[in-house]
């Protein structure tokens, strides 16, 4: 499994951008997928996961409301769409794929790193005041 996140890049506050992550896997359409992220200094946290289904999504409090994570199986591909960004969410953001996730995991179980076995290279995304 070869995960390709891109997108990132240098924003004003307040302005949007819109993250997206290519799957090769063969198990993609049972993979449960997540973004997380690092900043400078800091320990990588969960932002976001989609479930194999695209029907329930997970959000970590900082970015419930502002970022939109989803995904389109055909195309093998997750995204995630930020709102409302501020300087506090400059980061890299990296993709992970959970191929052996249940189908019924719930928040717990999706935001948590360990769980996830694939990882993209990372994406920076720069939110300047």
């Known amino acids: 499994v070869q995960l390709q996140a891109s997108g990132g890049g240098l924003v004003q506050a307040g302005g949007s951008m819109r993250l997206s992550c290519a799957n090769s896997?063969?198990?993609?359409?049972?993979?449960?997928m997540g973004w997380f992220r690092q900043a400078p200094g800091k320990e990588r946290e969960f932002v976001a996961a989609?479930?194999?289904?695209?029907?329930?999504?997970y959000y970590s409090d900082s970015v419930k409301g502002r970022f939109t994570i989803s995904r389109d199986n055909a195309k093998r591909t997750i995204y995630l769409q930020m709102n409302g960004l501020n300087p506090e969410d400059t980061a890299v953001y990296f993709c992970?794929?959970?191929?052996?996730?249940?189908?019924?995991?719930?928040?717990?179980?999706?935001?948590?790193?360990?769980?996830?076995?694939?990882w993209g290279q990372g994406t920076l995304v720069t939110v300047s005041s």
């Open positions: 896997g063969r198990t993609f359409n049972r993979d449960l």
């Open positions: 992970a794929a959970d191929p052996n996730a249940i189908l019924t995991a719930g928040p717990s179980y999706a935001s948590n790193q360990e769980n996830y076995d694939y």
């Open positions: 989609v479930s194999r289904s695209g029907v329930s999504t």
